[in-house]
């Protein structure tokens, strides 16, 4: 498996390795999994007496500020200004830490350094690498001109800050010229969810406002059905009938003609596959396709698609055993959520800070935890949590069929859990649904 001594000097023997473009940890993305990680591991070291000196860690993104982006969607719904849901990329950032204002070019991990934008190296002792997931805004011809349109397009997608108050204004403002079309992507997206959960909550908008009780919705999807746990699939389909959603299944957004109002689609499963299908709308939410970074496909951490090549229960990379990755940017087979992240993160640190600490990984076991909180309309949320295999894994089943959307998922959703990220989850101390891992790494 390795390509690196199969022993690593203790933290006991390691002198703080800070000095200029030299680090014990650096992680790669000032995101939800990399600040998550960045101070779980510190706080870890902490706990034993054994505190990490100032510089330590090193926390490599180049970006100005920090997005609640689960967010995004209740901007969308109208329930929040985005501003809301942001926050300065420094202020999140632990004075303890080094902060690397610069993006990561590339991974030299024979020789334990990331590539920056400017050609400048950054060497380490571990890496973890949470830098997210790639938007693809030019895969549908058409769709980034039209999404720049700040109107006539009538196209909108709550997938980028700029763009998800944008969203709210097509919703509040469409009144039965056409037909209000919600897409998603075949493929991996980040909150899968998210798509279906528009179209539920613009949907409870206009029901509730007399001039525009009559609009329609179609659901078009490039998945073969609502959702990839078939319990919840379930449900969702029938809430999606009961509210008279219109879906097309199997069939991907592939170009958008603003001019005309038409979207044109294409089958990518079954009998019809690459027939060309063409929807007029009055409003069109789109959600873009998505995939691994270009510049870590092309790197030696890469798997066969271009996800970091870790293995699946304790987030160490397959080849390179200084090397851990949770989150978007990981080859973990789960759905891609915040959520997701709160389980994945014990697990790297307890195995990180174990290999750290004796040159053997530690014995965590992700098994695979996500959630996705489904806005069904104002007022009413359905939980889905799950783990590998599609296997429900419920934090509140015994108490609650969580396929039953209800009113106290819908706040704690919408007014607890953006409070809960930022001052918990960010700073290391939110330790997600119950994980195998040793009871010490456990918040008392």
Known sequence: MSVLPRTFPSLARLASTSAAGKHKVVVIGGGAGGLAAANQIYNAFQAQGKALADGDVAIIDAAKNHDYQPGWTIVGSGLASKETYRRPLDSLISPHFAHIPQNASSFEPGANQVVLADGSKVSYDFLVVAAGIQINWDNIKGFKSALADPSKSKVSSIYSYETADKTWDLVRNHKGEGEAIFTQPFGVVKCAGAPQKMAYMADSYWKSQAESSNNHSTFITGMPSMFAVPHYSKALDAIRQKKGID????????E??????????EVVAGENKGKKIEKDYGLLHVVPQMGPLDWIKKSPLADSVGWVDVDAGTLQHK???????????????????AAAITGQTPVLTHNLVTLMETGKVGDAIYDGYTSCPLFTGRGELLLAEFKYGAQRKESFGRFVDQSVPNRLFYHLTKDVMPRAYFSRMLKGNWYGPRTIFPPQFLPS
């Open 256 to 265: 958008i003609r603003p001019d005309d109002k038409v979207g044109v689609f």
């Open 319 to 337: 080849k390179y055993e200084n090397v851990f990755s949770l989150g978007d940017s990981s080859s973990l087979p789960t759905s891609k959520t």
């Open 247 to 254: 879906a097309l299944f199997n069939t991907n957004l592939v």
